[in-house]
């Protein structure tokens, strides 16, 4: 066994003196740092994974739109067609969207009025285009739906947020069981009223057949469904589409080489049609550098946790140095080189660093298997830690990541290899006759 490390696993042995305690203080320091970074780093991703889930569930991986100057795709039907021909392309859906002005007459009278986008879209495609986790059944998805999405006839589906809005209660927002009749009627405003002002669109009265949730507020809030052929009337469009949508399984959207090459495959079919094609990440691309930044910020500050927890361990090391003075002046004055006295701090620096750090990994690991009961032991004493209203979800997501832990591990060790280097210079350069004679 080298000198260094003989001498280290020495002064580590548990004795009744101020360095035992605080060295036991400084591994718990480290401990609870390396808990806590890995903690908030897998809760933030889990968070993130949720988001992005949400995002590929309703919204399209792949867009096909005019360019600039062109306000529609004409003759959309063989450019529908082709595209269903790629390889990996699960679903293929012309859509026409607008933000149009909805207004539902309740009881005494009044009226509640909203301003989501309605989106226009053959009934046929619905489920396919934004609700492909539930075609095989709402046991087997996390997309809940009352009533029909059909769109059959001059229909609307709501989400679940937007229905609340209007007054439309369902089992999805604390309402009455759904018996297959209109949830009510909605009125519609093209927003063409306000563009041609010589010219008048009558509103529109459509039945609400429908009330979607797909657990995101921002979704679930601002969006209905109708069909193509009451989007085309309420906008006075005779034929034509604003885009056609493209969805692969998540899977695939989150596999660079595989969505890639799809995504190329449609670039060239849309390409001769003088079309542009964007994806997922680049239509929430400010959404998923938002969460990014937020992810990475709140670690960097966390971390000052463990660099205080690490700095703890410095101070065990200094009050060693001066308990251990005349025993250092002796190994001095006998002839032991001075980079064996600094590598014996060292490594007593760092063994406290790798005894809090497993104790971190193995506490992280413990608090985020049992997170739900945690919140639920709280939630039952008062303390409401993660409010289901208000983020849309049933549960705390988390996963954690390897590439973190080895981030989190690296910079503890980093850091108590620099916060072990100055008291072990320090001991290393001691005058043997000063340290022995205190």
Known sequence: MPFSVFLALKYLRPRRSLASVITFVSVLGVQLGVAIVIIVRAVMTGFGDKWQEMIL?????????????TPLVRNEAPLVAEIEKIEGVKSVAPVI???????????????????????????????????????????????????????????????????????????????????????????????????NRDEI??????????????????????????????????????????????????????????FGRIVEEIRKVAGRRGLEVRTWQELD???????????????????????????????????????????????????????????????????QCAAGTVLGLLSAWAVLANLQSMVSFLSGAGVEVFPAEIYKLSEIPWRLVPSDVAWVVCCVFGCGVLASLVPATAAARKNPVEALRS
């Open 285 to 351: 691309r400010q959404l998923f550098n938002a969460l990014a930044v937020e992810k990475n910020m709140m670690a960097l500050l966390l971390m000052f946790i463990t660099v205080v927890a690490v700095f703890c361990v410095m101070n065990t090391l200094l009050v060693l140095t001066v308990q251990k003075a005349p025993e250092i002046g002796l190994l001095k004055a006998l002839g032991f080189p001075a980079r064996k006295i600094t590598g014996a701090f060292v490594v007593h620096g760092l063994v």
């Open 57 to 69: 569930e309703f919204k399209p991986h792949v867009t096909v739109s005019p360019r600039a100057g």
């Open 201 to 258: 669109y009558l509103p529109l009265k459509y039945r609400v057949e429908g009330v979607f949730n797909l657990g995101h507020g921002d979704y679930d809030g601002e969006y209905a469904l109708t069909s193509l052929a009451n989007m085309r009337e309420l906008l006075g469009i005779d034929d034509g589409v604003m885009s056609v949508n493209v969805k692969t399984t998540p899977a695939v959207a989150m596999d660079p080489a595989r």
């Open 97 to 195: 969207a607008a933000r149009v002005l909805l207004e539902r007459r309740v009881s005494g009278g009044s009226s509640l009025v909203d301003a989501p986008v309605l989106l226009g879209i053959d009934g046929d495609r619905v489920r396919s285009a934004f609700f492909p986790s539930a075609a095989g059944g709402a046991a087997q998805s996390s997309v809940r739906i009352d009533g029909t999405c059909d769109l059959e006839g001059e229909t609307l589906v709501l989400g679940s947020g937007l229905a609340k809005k209007l007054g439309v209660r369902t089992p999805l927002n604390g309402g009455s069981p759904y018996f297959g009749l209109p949830l009510g009627h909605a009125t519609v405003y093209s927003p063409k009223t306000l563009v």
